[in-house]
């Protein structure tokens, strides 16, 4: 199965996010792979925003402050209780 550009950018934004400290949007911009970037050369600023916002729709990450200050932080999704032994 081919994976889409959509699905491409939301795996490198994804993978950018850090588990241990919250990111600024200049942060995240800083460590994405350069190469990968390079093949979206369309990919924006208000998309790279709206993947970032349906992340914490979905669980994916949490966001803390606003406006220019805004961080994001990727999270382990919470699993039930009986499926952490099944």
Known sequence: ??????????NLILSTLSFYEAMTFSKIVFDMDTE???SYPD??????LLIL??????????ASGEGSDRKWQRIH????FWKRFF
């Open 36 to 38: 990968l970037l390079k």
């Open 77 to 80: 999704k919470k699993r039930s």
């Open 43 to 48: 990919f924006d600023r208000d998309q790279m």
């Open 53 to 62: 916002r349906s992340f914490e729709k979905r669980g994916l990450v949490k």
């Open 1 to 10: 199965m081919a994976s889409t550009k959509q699905d491409d950018i939301e």
